[in-house]
């Protein structure tokens, strides 16, 4: 397989459990990005690794969620207690080197909060 | 004022037509500019990316920029109705190291193709 791959592609939690998304990036890809999209927006930058290295964080990003990269391969992106407005599509890229020539999307995990 | 803005549509062409979405962005730091496709339910798919003032052909894609203007656009030729999908307009930083590496999207531009 030489695409992104994520797991799971769907996830239905009940308001306040923890949930936990995993990325395999492309093999000889050192940069992984998650982003999040909810239904008729765009994709909304939420964090990015170089190797194992978390470099950008966004201020979407609170405190209940986590994400790690570690030894640099798959990302695991955490979300403790989860609320409605967690809902949305998950989605990693990864890419190799500097942005110039944009990114590879994986088909996301969807997760609904009830 | 949002980052990145474009029509929110429906964008409707007939069949053979051509198809013409604009993007407008506010950082003018802004050089790396690049357009995706998303079917409904998928993922964004990467369609092409510019980096200079002018205009770049990939087959029945166009994409313009002109950062004077702090505008970028893509037409899409010969309109198919697989090319029904929403297009999502990005921007970064970039290009190089020093860009730093998020993409900032557009909400997307839904666009029917009518056989």
């Known amino acids: 397989d030489t695409g992104v791959s994520q797991d799971p592609r769907h996830k239905i939690t009940k308001r306040g459990q923890n949930v936990t998304f995993r990325c395999d990036p492309i093999?000889?890809?050192?940069?992984l990005y998650w982003y999040r999209q909810t239904l008729g927006q765009g994709p909304e930058f939420l964090t990015y690794f170089q190797n194992e290295a978390q470099l950008e964080k966004s201020r979407l990003l609170s405190d209940r969620f986590s994400a790690e990269r570690p030894k640099g391969s798959f990302s695991t992106l955490e979300i403790q207690r989860t609320e409605q407005g967690d809902s949305a599509m998950y989605l990693c890229?990864?890419?190799?080197?500097?942005?110039?020539?944009?990114?590879?999307f994986g088909s996301g995990t969807r997760l609904t909060v009830v | 004022q949002k980052e990145v803005e474009q029509n929110s549509g429906p964008l409707s062409v007939p069949e053979g037509a051509i198809a013409s979405l604009n993007c407008t962005y506010s950082?003018?730091?802004?050089?790396?500019f690049f357009w995706y496709r998303q079917y409904s339910g998928k993922s964004p798919e990467l369609i092409m990316f510019i980096y200079s003032n002018g205009d770049k052909e990939d087959g029945r894609f166009t994409a313009q920029l002109n950062k004077a203007s702090q505008y970028v656009s893509l037409l899409i030729r010969d309109s198919q109705p697989s090319d029904s999908a929403t297009y999502l307009c990005?921007?970064?930083?970039?290009?190089?190291?020093?860009?730093?590496?998020?993409?900032?999207f557009g909400g997307g531009t839904r666009v029917l193709v009518k056989p």
């Open positions: 093999s000889e890809h050192n940069r």
């Open positions: 990005a921007v970064n930083r970039g290009p190089g190291e020093a860009a730093g590496n998020k993409l900032t």
């Open positions: 950082d003018r730091g802004s050089q790396s």
């Open positions: 890229a990864s890419s190799w080197g500097p942005l110039d020539y944009g990114y590879t």
